[in-house]
């Protein structure tokens, strides 16, 4: 699979992220040689194989535990909003969106 | 003090044959004199640390017991969480995060009476195998200070190499703490997937993550695993499987142990010196009285491919979190939504992490999920059987934890596939959920350490630290002096 400039371009809008054009020349290289590398997976026959996600899936539990569904104590406002680059009257402030 | 042993520390100061805060000063003077050199650490809190070791002698004073580990100086890799303790990742992105909680595995070591002594350095967001991709600083080995820690957890496998910490926590995705490990002689073991609650682990790729302790003998591995090990249900994917009592394991005979071989692991790409340094080791196993015999696990060549789908695949979905809105770096003053979250990220995230969410975004995007994402999780299946295979004729697996000693500092950073293959030995056991130890066997003509890899069944740590134990008593290994 071979990989230009305006795939590379589309992908980073989809993980919101930019690239410098400079940046960009290096990552499609780097990038395309990191595909023609997992293209060896095409060689191997996976009929008939299930996928896996999880092995936790496989370890024989049936699913993963869950707790019970009851309120317990939680961070209080303060501590929560501690790390927040913008917070004001109780909440996370961002811009403007509409 | 010799801070090497986590067993003596803490019966010494369980007994009040000495404080829990002698011996953090004991510590933070080794880290003092050598740090500046080695660049472990991140962030190191030395009032934090011996107001935390003088609660440890209070409650060794007013009797508590249950302390196995009272006063023990642990090294905790920056991407686990430490109350109120700044935790990074390596990252700009996360510079001044203070965590509002502490990992599982953090409240039970302290539960223990162990000492966080510092946070240590490691790959952004756990992602490269030498710790050169920390935001920070680049950790160097002990053993060369031209050359590399391995990594992720680099400045773990450091700390306790240099006698800065006598345990450590690192955490695995890809072989993580094995590589560091065998880099710096010392013990790290990937556990069973779910054997250690991951709650409070900074997520990578959450299939394959481990927290993985580091310590310099198997008892004092044996020890820290059934301290942190077990069922938390903060973490749904932790294990509902009893603790054995690792510690009483260790010292059983290794007698008829059977183990394999697996020929894939000693191809092409093997450093010559490593191979005859591996193949030693296997005839001391043998001299233990030990049965060896060679096994297949056909598709190991698919390993690195598979690994680099699928732990981007989850990596770029779990840090799609990181949107400068509840914590994080935020540019100042941006226009709108959408530019706070790219300019955010793309200052805040480093190169391998943007590389890696990029390929993690490709390989789950419309068109091309079955074609990548949806292969791999089937080649996962395969490799996972290969294993299951074996272990119906052997009780564990002897292999090379990296091709190569340690790599030069900037030998790889340009390459990042080449960085890449130096886990090829060790991403098999994160695809398949099952543990691993590297175990040091030896040094390279340079001085460089080796270490033998040790692969077992799931939930089978005790049969690995068992072996772990015969070797590490019949087969000391001499190590050349440390270069700080």
């Known amino acids: 699979m071979s990989i230009s400039r305006a795939d590379v371009l589309k992908i980073a809008e989809l993980a919101k992220l930019h690239f410098s054009d400079e940046e960009l020349v290096a990552f499609t290289a780097q990038f395309q040689r990191i595909l023609d590398y997992v293209e060896q997976l095409k060689q191997v026959n996976i009929e008939g194989i299930e996928p896996t996600s999880h092995v936790s899936l496989a370890q024989g539990f049936e699913r993963f535990i869950f707790r019970e569904d009851e309120v317990k104590p939680s961070l209080p406002v303060e501590e929560s909003l501690a790390n927040a680059p913008d917070p004001g009257e109780g909440h996370f402030r961002v811009p403007k969106v509409l | ?484």
């Open chain 2, 1 to 484: 003090m010799n801070l090497t042993c986590a067993f003596e520390i803490g019966e010494a100061v369980n007994h009040k044959k000495v404080s829990a805060v002698e011996v953090a000063e004991s510590a933070l003077a080794r880290i003092e004199a050598v740090d500046s050199a080695l660049r472990a650490f991140i962030t190191v809190e030395r009032e934090r640390v011996l107001a935390r070791a003088g609660e440890v002698d209070r409650r060794v004073a007013s009797g508590e017991s249950g302390m196995p580990l009272a006063g023990v100086p642990v090294a905790v890799k920056d991407n686990i969480c430490t109350r109120n303790l700044r935790t990074t990742c390596g990252s700009r992105i996360l510079e001044s995060y203070i965590p509002p909680y502490s990992a599982t595995a953090i409240e039970r070591l302290e539960r223990a009476g162990a000492v966080v002594i510092g946070k240590a350095n490691c790959d952004e967001f756990a992602m490269g195998s030498s710790t050169e991709n920390s935001a920070f600083q680049v950790t160097r080995n002990p053993y060369d200070l031209g050359r590399v820690a391995g990594g992720s957890s680099g400045g773990s496998a450091v700390a306790v190499a240099s006698g800065m910490a006598t345990l450590a926590l690192g955490s695995e995705t890809g072989g993580s703490v094995r590589q560091p490990a065998s880099f710096c002689s010392v013990l790290g073991l990937k556990p069973t997937y779910g054997r250690i609650s991951r709650y409070g682990l900074v997520a990578f790729a959450s299939s394959l993550d481990n927290i993985g302790p580091i310590a310099t003998n198997p008892r004092d591995m044996a020890l820290l695993l059934s301290v942190i090990a077990g069922r938390d249900e903060h973490d749904s994917t932790s294990a509902p499987v009893p603790v054995p009592e690792y510690t009483a394991q260790v010292g059983m005979s290794v007698r008829g142990m059977r183990l394999g071989i697996p020929k894939e692991y000693f191809g092409e790409g093997l450093d010559p010196e490593v191979r005859s340094i591996i193949e030693a080791a296997l005839s001391n196993a043998k001299s233990l009285g030990c049965e060896l015999k060679e096994v297949s696990l056909p598709h190991t060549a698919y390993a690195i491919a598979d690994y680099y789908i699928i732990a981007p695949a989850e990596a770029s979905s779990n840090l799609a979190r990181y949107d400068a809105v509840r914590y994080g770096f935020r540019v100042p003053d941006p226009q709108d939504l959408s530019e706070m979250y790219k300019r955010s990220r793309s200052i805040g995230f480093g190169a391998e992490v943007k590389r890696r969410i990029m390929i993690g975004t490709y390989a789950l995007s419309s068109g091309y999920y079955e074609a990548y994402y949806g292969r791999a999780m089937r080649v996962r299946t395969l490799i996972k059987r290969d294993f299951e295979k074996a272990f119906e004729t052997v009780d564990a697996l002897l292999t090379p934890v990296s091709p190569t000693p340690a790599f030069k500092i900037g030998e790889k950073v340009d390459d990042p596939l080449a960085m890449y293959l130096s886990d090829i030995y060790t991403v098999t056991a994160n695809l398949a959920g099952i543990p691993a130890l590297s175990l040091p066997c030896g040094f390279a003509a340079e001085g460089l350490p080796v270490g033998l890899q040790i692969i077992g069944n799931q939930f089978q740590e005790g049969t690995v630290l068992r072996f772990a134990e015969a070797y590490f008593r019949g087969f000391p290994v001499t190590s050349p002096k440390l270069k700080v």
